[in-house]
T-cell receptor, first 111, second 116 residues
């Protein structure tokens, strides 16, 4: 069983709408959690990083939340744009160089 | 500034051929990782280098897979006697890390390997 579970597996929304992607993890001990955006045919790019003590962090239209007690994180995208179409991958770090990847949520934004 | 560069971008190999995939990390980055990504899946860890030392190769699926980083910069992932199940995108990532747990991974755009 993957230690980092993401939902939904895929999502289609209309341009301008908001959406929320979920990440649940069982990894322990916890160092930090990152959300990456991966455009088709490209490598993942870091959007946000959250450490144990942080609950919310924003990066433009992206807002990530973390509940370290329930081991859940979410990525909220506001006022979606066509360019938001991508896979969003949740990555939980156990230590300096031990990272566990989720399978990603494939987001499609339609005009 | 230059990011992580991978070559070739695409590689088609006949089953049984050997292939070599190259990764040029960001200059000065201590840590280098190789991942395998199947279609519709997240990256799966293959191996990790800190400078020239291969500290973790637990993700390499078989002894047909070999990685090196002899001078602590450029890395090569070699796959011998390729099989169809080796078809995937191979991603390389580098980071400053080496004791900085919040350093992000900087990924290349990957090499898409197709074994026919």
């Amino acid at each position: 069983k993957n230690q980092v579970e993401q939902s939904p597996q895929s999502l289609i929304i209309l341009e301008g709408k908001n959406c929320t992607l979920q990440c649940n993890y069982t990894v322990s001990p916890f160092s930090n959690l990152r959300w990456y955006k991966q455009d088709t045919g490209r490598g993942p790019v870091s959007l946000t990083i959250m450490t144990f003590s942080e609950n919310t962090k924003s990066n433009g239209r992206y807002t990530a939340t973390l509940d370290a007690d329930t081991k859940q994180s979410s990525l909220h995208i506001t006022a979606s744009q066509l360019s938001d179409s991508a896979s969003y991958i949740c990555v939980v770090s156990v230590g300096n160089n031990d990272m566990r990847f989720g399978a990603g949520t494939r987001l499609t934004v339609k005009p | 500034g230059a990011g992580v560069s991978q070559s070739p971008r695409y590689k088609v190999a006949k089953r049984g051929q050997d292939v070599a995939l190259r990764c040029d990390p960001i200059s000065g980055h201590v840590s280098l990782f190789w991942y395998q990504q199947a279609l519709g899946q997240g990256p799966e860890f293959l191996t990790y280098f800190q400078n020239e030392a291969q500290l973790d190769k637990s993700g390499l699926p078989s002894d047909r897979f070999f990685a090196e980083r002899p001078e602590g910069s450029v890395s090569t992932l070699k796959i011998q006697r390729t099989q169809q199940e080796d078809s995937a995108v191979y991603l390389c990532a580098s980071s400053l890390a080496g004791g900085r747990p919040n350093s992000p991974l900087h990924f290349g755009n990957g090499t898409r390997l197709t074994v026919t």
